[in-house]
């Protein structure tokens, strides 16, 4: 074989291993929490979508656990390969209940989430400890058809209450734009976390007033995280506000 033809060789097998690692990067699949929507990730997917990782930011309906749980798990079962599933807020305890079953799920990260356990509500979790202002920051509840409430954030006290390290332009469209979650989805109780399986990293705040630092932490501690990360004075948007922070942590879990 001459020298060139060696090289040749060489070089195609360096590509192809190149192939082989871009395509066995996972899937990073997003779920946003209650009065939020898919574009609460449009930083974090910048910079994954930067270093080559495909994404998927999941219309979390903000129902009811089991719906949003069943709703997400559907879009894992739709995807081939290896997944990272992440959640903010609320997505905490949908992620918990969706991974279930799914042997695509590689890691859990959890951002500003919580991670309940069996049996365990997310108000309940945000009451567990003191620091939460969510409740006096809630608007006058809309009346379902069908008996239920949605809840809302007052738009005049969203910024402090929810996204206090974002501009206040981008703050006033955030309030405008909010989806409701339904009182009883953050009253439902959780299945069996898959956090117990699967390798869980958290990220979150501890600047954050709807969901408490140290609630956080518990649950991080709790879930055997394999990497937390506390942003100092971070609100509980910290994907919002620090969506390189969040992408390293998503993307360690990737790895």
Same mark, same amino acid.
């Given at each position: 074989m001459t020298n060139l033809a060696a090289a040749a060789l060489v070089a195609a097998s360096l590509l192809s291993g190149t192939a082989i690692?871009?395509?066995?990067? #996972?899937? &990073? %699949? $997003? %779920? !946003?929490?209650?009065?939020?929507?898919?574009?609460?990730?449009? +930083? *974090? &997917?910048? !910079? $994954?979508?930067?270093d080559g990782y495909n994404t998927i930011a999941v219309a979390n309906p903000l129902r009811s656990v089991a719906n949003d749980a069943r709703f997400v798990s559907d879009v894992i079962g739709s995807i081939e390969g290896p997944v990272v599933l992440v959640? !903010? @807020?609320?997505?905490?305890? %949908? &992620? @918990?209940n969706a991974a279930n079953g799914h042997e695509n799920v590689r890691s859990l990260v959890y951002v500003a989430a919580f991670a309940p356990d069996v049996?365990?509500? =997310? =108000?309940? $979790? /945000? +009451?567990?400890? #003191?620091?939460?202002?969510? *409740?006096?920051? $809630? =608007? /006058? #509840? %809309?009346k379902l058809a069908d008996g239920g409430i949605d809840l809302y954030i007052d738009q005049a006290k969203f910024h402090a209450q929810f996204a206090h390290d974002v501009p206040s332009e981008a703050v006033a469209v955030m309030a405008a734009g909010q989806r409701p979650i339904t009182q009883a989805a953050l009253t439902e109780n959780s299945g069996e976390p898959a956090w117990k399986s699967i390798p869980s990293y958290f990220v979150y705040g501890d600047g954050d007033k709807n969901i408490p630092a140290k609630a956080l932490g518990f649950m991080a501690e709790r879930a055997g995280s394999r990497r937390t990360v506390v942003v100092e004075g971070a609100s509980h948007v910290v994907m919002i506000s620090k969506p390189e922070i969040v992408a390293d942590v998503i993307e360690n879990a990737a790895k």
């Amino acid at each position: 074989m001459t020298n060139l033809a060696a090289a040749a060789l060489v070089a195609a097998s360096l590509l192809s291993g190149t192939a082989i690692a871009q395509q066995a990067k #996972p899937t &990073i %699949v $997003l %779920v !946003h929490g209650a009065f939020a929507d898919a574009s609460s990730w449009n +930083g *974090v &997917i910048t !910079h $994954l979508q930067k270093d080559g990782y495909n994404t998927i930011a999941v219309a979390n309906p903000l129902r009811s656990v089991a719906n949003d749980a069943r709703f997400v798990s559907d879009v894992i079962g739709s995807i081939e390969g290896p997944v990272v599933l992440v959640g !903010h @807020s609320y997505g905490g305890q %949908v &992620i @918990s209940n969706a991974a279930n079953g799914h042997e695509n799920v590689r890691s859990l990260v959890y951002v500003a989430a919580f991670a309940p356990d069996v049996g365990e509500a =997310a =108000a309940d $979790l /945000a +009451g567990r400890f #003191p620091g939460s202002t969510l *409740v006096e920051a $809630l =608007a /006058a #509840p %809309v009346k379902l058809a069908d008996g239920g409430i949605d809840l809302y954030i007052d738009q005049a006290k969203f910024h402090a209450q929810f996204a206090h390290d974002v501009p206040s332009e981008a703050v006033a469209v955030m309030a405008a734009g909010q989806r409701p979650i339904t009182q009883a989805a953050l009253t439902e109780n959780s299945g069996e976390p898959a956090w117990k399986s699967i390798p869980s990293y958290f990220v979150y705040g501890d600047g954050d007033k709807n969901i408490p630092a140290k609630a956080l932490g518990f649950m991080a501690e709790r879930a055997g995280s394999r990497r937390t990360v506390v942003v100092e004075g971070a609100s509980h948007v910290v994907m919002i506000s620090k969506p390189e922070i969040v992408a390293d942590v998503i993307e360690n879990a990737a790895k």
